[in-house]
């Protein structure tokens, strides 16, 4: 089920939110056994079996934390840790590289002469990758003493399968928090106590409206154009440009919609979530980008990747070769082929390059617009290979971007139909919205009614047009 399906639109949230209001206010413990049975029928909604795995996963990491809040040593506690972790990796793996690892084992087969094996097809549950995520920060944090193990499996329950972060995040934690969101309490306080007033819902069905509407006005109309290009056969140099373009776009657009609303269902079940985008492509560097760009999943990386592996305390050489290892395995997180590997190696040869040439630099000393414009060119480059079907098709595409070269055959038709006025106006308008500083995630803070009557607007709009166009389920369920 997806947040701009109808079913979810007019039956399921209106349906859930009566339900929930209708319990009295003071008995938390119901209304948080409503939510989880609401996250349940939303996942299996998708596939029983998908929550059928949630629920294993659930139970096994809810047992084991009790194992390790119970042990007696600090090495059986260790130990247990390392297991839980281990288990939850191993069971994300295969489902999510199973189907990588056999083929590539047989096209070692095939160059060494031998016959390919029959490959076993899994079906990716949506969602693996962010819940597998939360509760290893869950059983991490537990084993540092920096998180209070879950009271019950019905209050764990309702933290995984939390719905409106149960596909696409954020990966908000359980008991500790990011100390640039110190003013949001934690998932378990929240779990007991939790306020519910008018100007929290206002403000939490603003952000869905507005998430909403740029998925269905602006992530949904430039990926078109992005698709029509990357599918194209011999593009011309200005045509990939605009399908690179497009797509830095729409992957913004997309991801960014999908955690706005995801936060704002939060709010208005009186849940609070730390914010996920802070304006990415106002990045001046690759650091700042990653500061700004799904930030629960960088914080994520850096605490309990990066600094287990030794941060930048073990000397420089290290900490270049720990910020390689977890950008290639974010690349390989968010997806299951050579492209998302090089992507992250792409973005963490640029984060070593800033770490060695340090501060005072040329590039440093360029106005600020400059040194931003010098690196939303450099993300799109890497957002090319990251969207490439295979590494062969996006070193073409790279080579025609930089090596001008005019489109042939049925890509003149391309050229045609991308120029058209209206793309050009949709274009200029997301570059507006992707660089000004104002995002809504701030512009609900202080939601007048003027903007509270321009939301709904913009909402009803994006209704009307969802309901005259192809659905298109959120970019990041693939991952």
């Known amino acids: 089920m997806a947040f701009t399906s109808h079913i979810f639109l007019f039956y399921f949230l209106p349906a859930l939110l009566l339900l929930y209001y209708v319990l009295p206010n003071g008995l938390p413990r119901m209304r948080n056994a409503l939510l989880v049975a609401a996250g349940y029928v939303f996942y299996a909604w ?40 281990t288990l939850d990796l191993a069971v994300m793996g295969f489902f999510k590289y199973i189907v990588f690892l056999q083929d590539n084992l047989n096209s070692i087969l095939l ?30 944090d537990s084993y540092r003493g920096q998180a209070r193990p879950a009271r ?12 409106p972060q149960l596909l696409s995040g954020p990966i908000q934690r359980y008991g500790t928090i990011d100390l640039k969101s110190a003013h949001v309490p934690t998932f378990t306080d929240q779990l007991l106590h939790r306020e519910h007033t008018v100007e929290k819902f206002a403000r939490g069905a603003a952000l869905f409206m507005l998430g909403f509407a740029k998925k269905i006005l602006l992530a949904n109309a430039v990926g ?13 140099t200005l045509d990939t440009w ?45 650091g700042d980008f990653w500061r700004r760009w799904h930030i629960s999943l960088s914080s994520w990386l850096r605490d309990y990747l990066y600094i ?31 492209t998302f590997v090089v992507w992250g190696a792409w973005h963490g040869l640029w984060l070593i390059l800033e ?13 600020a617009c400059v040194r931003v414009l010098l690196t939303f060119l450099l993300l799109t480059v890497g957002w090319v290979i990251f969207r490439a079907p295979t590494l062969t098709h996006a070193t073409r595409m790279l080579a025609v971007m930089f090596v001008p070269q005019a489109a042939e055959g049925g890509s003149v038709l391309l050229s045609a139909v991308l120029y058209a006025r209206s793309n050009a106006i ?36 994006a209704l009307l047009t969802m309901f005259g166009q192809a659905f298109r389920s959120f970019l990041y369920f693939q991952f």
């Open 426 to 461: 949709l274009m200029a308008l997301c570059a507006v919205l992707a660089f000004q500083p104002v995002q809504a995630f701030d512009w609900t803070r202080r939601l007048s009614w003027p903007g509270m009557l321009v939301t709904i607007v913009l909402f009803a709009l």
């Open 308 to 338: 287990p592996l030794g941060g930048n305390r073990a000397g420089t050489g290290r900490t270049y070769v720990n910020l390689m290892i977890v950008f290639l395995l974010c690349g390989l997180w968010h997806g299951a082929g050579w």
């Open 355 to 367: 770490r060695i040439l340090g501060r005072k630099t040329f590039y440093a000393a360029l106005p």
């Open 152 to 163: 019950s499996l019905p209050a764990f329950a309702c933290y995984v399968s939390f719905f």
């Open 46 to 85: 998708i596939s029983p079996w998908f929550a059928a795995l949630l629920f294993a996963m659930t139970t096994v990491n809810y047992l084991l934390s009790r194992l390790i809040a119970a042990g007696r040593t600090q090495r059986t506690r260790l130990l247990l840790t390392v297991a839980t972790v």
């Open 224 to 236: 078109r154009a992005a698709d029509a290009v990357f599918a194209a056969q011999a593009p011309g």
């Open 242 to 286: 605009f399908g690179a373009l497009a797509y830095s776009f729409q992957l913004y657009f997309d991801f960014s919609a999908y955690s706005e609303m995801a936060i704002g269902l939060g709010l208005m079940f009186g849940f609070v979530c730390p914010r996920n985008f802070d304006a990415p492509y106002r990045a001046d560097s690759f």
């Open 111 to 140: 160059l060494a002469g031998h016959d390919a094996r029959p490959v076993l097809r899994i079906v990716l549950p949506v969602g693996i990758s962010f819940y597998t995520f939360k509760v290893i920060s869950y059983i991490v």
